[in-house]
């Protein structure tokens, strides 16, 4: 069943691109299948059909019904694997 | 040089830097099947961008020149396109395409010697340093040694910014190890921290702010791209003189070019992904542990809400200041809808003061507008040789250009060059590297130094 992950980034292109890449080969290597959809961080809100966890690039100010985690880890590559715990943890509860 | 000349002729820029990135994938040992996925992307990015630009000068082009002719508005002579055609420029040039391998390469030197901490995998805002270049490569009549070694220390100039600022970036954003190397913003920091200076020293002045939340509410849906693309062809159709079809057309082709623009730069971007993860790794084997910051877009500064707000309400002050500024021929255009990605070091290092901000913001724009005039010629001409439509005679502008080439620190290398060519760009380059060699050399001292007392 392929789950579904929202990233969000300042211009909707640049670092959503790296994270929607990265976190999708990071959770495949975990045997898990995601789509990465990717859009603006004011966008948030208008995109949420059918997602079921929010990765963005900096600090969200609101809080909506999914999850949401900061995905700068992917890329700094500082802490992705505790994160991955976390998202894994997150999306096998569906 | 006739090796290189002979590259660029036979292969056109397209070709180019897919090679390149292609040779650099495999010496940083990610395969050649990553290789070869990163350059085809690279590559079909450039045509994707090349196709929106098209598209968009199709109906703007004459659009412009109507409005142009009606308004009386002759001053305007180089459009702006906007980062993504800029970039493609940027990077397309002999020059641009080697700007890659050489400053990841001086990146690694760098951080292996201690003279920055930060390893920047932000590749495609590797653009800016190419920007520079490509400048020096043009004012010097095409000396190629004289542009890399622009690109050099524009790259050694950033770098050690981003060292100094990451402190006070990691805290406003809460972005712990990261620091912010992008070409653009670190030019504008020793402005900023100047003005700031300046602000603190005028009694009155010093203590104002704003409060953004209430401009946020009524902002809303007017800050996304597409929709400034639509009022801005609506605005253009309409001081153009065409009926209402063509402007709804006009209007509804500039949000598509809007939209798509991100996207095709979103192609590039996965392209370099690649690659900045090989580096990423090549890395961490090297440094062992002492600490590093990674290198990252300010697109991760647009996270707070006051900056892109700044960045709407800046808009209609460009346009503005665009008319009345004496001096600029660039009609702003393509960054309009990204006026954001000018001011995001302001709010760190003025602690979030949204006055000083804006102010600041009116200051910077005026400085882009002017700087990217004095470029356009150079890009116009660059621009022919990748291939881009050139809106010449028939469309009413001599010239493009685009808003996020308006460089301080290119502008300096460019009237460096101007002077001497390799000589004065390599004498600025020594001196960079100097510098740089100097605060390696405190590092590694301090750092020794904590070791022996651990």
Not at chain 1, 12 to 35: K, M, N, P, Q, Y
Not at chain 2, 436 to 443: D, H, I, M, N
Request: some cysteine.
């Amino acid at each position: 069943m392929k789950h579904r992950i929202l990233v969000a980034c300042g211009c909707g292109a640049a670092s959503s691109t790296f994270v929607a890449i990265r976190v999708a080969e990071a959770l495949a290597e975990r045997g898990i299948d995601v789509v990465a959809t990717q859009c603006n961080l004011s966008d948030v809100a208008s995109n949420l059909e059918g997602i079921d966890l929010i990765l963005t690039t900096a600090k969200l100010e609101e809080s909506f019904n999914v999850p949401s985690f900061l995905g700068v880890p992917f890329l700094t590559g500082i802490g992705t694997d505790q994160l991955l715990d976390q998202i894994v943890d997150v999306l096998m509860k569906k | 040089m006739v090796v290189v000349e002979y590259i660029r002729d036979a292969l056109g820029n397209t070709v180019v830097l897919p090679i390149v990135i292609f040779l650099l994938g495999l010496i940083l040992g990610i395969g050649w099947k990553k290789a070869l996925h990163s350059a085809m992307m690279v590559g079909i990015g450039f045509i994707a961008l090349s196709l929106t630009i098209n598209l968009m000068m199709d109906k703007l082009g004459p659009a412009s020149f109507d409005m142009i002719e009606r308004t009386g508005l002759t001053q305007f002579k180089a459009l702006d396109l906007g980062f993504a055609p800029a970039a493609g420029i940027a990077l397309g040039t002999v020059v641009g395409a080697s700007v890659i391998p050489f400053v990841f390469v001086l990146n690694l030197i760098m951080l292996l010697t201690r003279m920055t901490k930060t390893l920047n995998v932000d590749i495609w805002n590797y653009w800016h340093y190419a920007l520079s270049g490509s400048m020096v490569y043009f004012i010097t009549g095409g000396n190629f040694w004289a542009g890399i070694l622009a690109a050099m220390t524009h790259a050694i100039y950033s770098l050690l910014i981003a060292d100094w600022t990451a402190p006070r970036i990691q805290k406003f954003f809460d972005l712990p190890g990261v620091s912010i190397p992008h070409g653009w913003a670190t030019s504008s920091v020793p402005l900023i921290m100047g003005l700031n200076w300046i602000y603190d020293r005028i009694p009155g002045i010093r203590d104002i702010d704003i409060d953004m939340e209430g401009l946020k509410k009524k902002i809303g849906i007017f800050g996304e791209p597409y929709i400034i693309g639509a009022i801005m062809g609506i605005v253009i159709g309409i001081a153009a003189g065409w009926n209402f079809g063509e402007v709804t057309k006009l209007a509804m082709t500039l949000a598509a070019a809007m939209y798509l623009f991100p996207r095709m730069v979103a192609i590039l971007i996965e392209g370099l992904s690649a690659l900045s993860k090989g580096g990423q790794e090549f890395f961490k084997k090297t440094l062992k542990g002492r600490e590093a910051y990674v290198g990252l877009d300010s697109a991760l500064l647009m996270g707070y809400s006051g900056t892109v707000i700044a960045g709407v309400v800046l808009i209609p002050i460009t346009i503005l200041i665009a008319v009345i500024l004496p001096g600029n021929t660039t009609l702003p255009f393509g960054d309009l809808a990204w006026i954001a990605f000018f001011i995001p070091m302001c709010a760190p290092l003025m602690k979030g003061n949204m006055f000083r901000t804006l102010v600041s913001g009116v200051i910077i724009v005026a400085m882009v507008l002017l700087i990217s005039s004095v470029f356009a010629p150079a890009i116009t001409s660059f621009g022919a040789e990748a291939g881009y439509v050139i809106p010449g005679e028939a469309t009413g502008f001599q010239y493009i250009t685009g808003m996020s080439a308006g460089n301080l620190v290119s502008l300096i290398l460019y009237k460096i060059a101007d002077l001497g060519a390799v000589v004065s760009t390599g004498i600025t380059f020594l001196i960079s590297l100097g510098i740089a060699a100097f605060v390696g050399f405190k590092r590694v001292r301090s750092e020794r130094a904590m070791e022996t007392q651990a």
